[in-house]
């Protein structure tokens, strides 16, 4: 039943994240990422965060009513060692700041298929997002409007 809601959870990301309708933004800019890696070194997650860490450029967070949804890119061992063909892709939400952290993965080969199609979009959403020199120009107009 729950590995049914998970992947029906999964789905709808990435439906709602190929119609921009979801506002997904890089991990390194979440306010409260330290307490996130504090929950992960405390055995919050589905791996050891002891030998395995969070890429953080290659991870996401979205914010929705008092609750996060993180998709987090891991990498296990040592970076320069392993290869990045073992990384996986974890999904884990925080439904308010009085929960812990839930991780919604099980690390099957399908599940990760679909994560790594939720990730590619959500890099797209930034890409098209951000997309230069547009947002440089935009910027550079607003600084002048200033007043």
Known sequence: MMAEQVEFFIEGLIEKTKEKKLDWQPF???KGKRDIIVE?????????????????????FLESGDGF?????????????????????GLMVKINSVLPLDDLTYNNEEEQEALEKLKLLIENYLEEKYCYPDVLYNFMH?????E
Do not use: C, W
């Not at 992960?40 to 996401?60: P, Q, W």
């Not at 891991?74 to 892709?89: C, F, K, L, R």
């Not at 607003?142 to 200033?146: E, G, I, T």
């Open 28 to 30: 390194s800019a979440f």
């Open 40 to 60: 992960l070194e405390n055995g919050r997650g589905t791996f050891d965060y002891g030998v395995n860490a969070i890429r953080e450029s290659n991870s996401y």
């Open 69 to 89: 949804v993180f998709l987090f890119e891991i990498y296990h061992g040592d970076p320069e060692v392993t290869s990045p063909a073992m990384d996986t892709i």
């Open 142 to 146: 607003q600084v002048l409007k200033m």
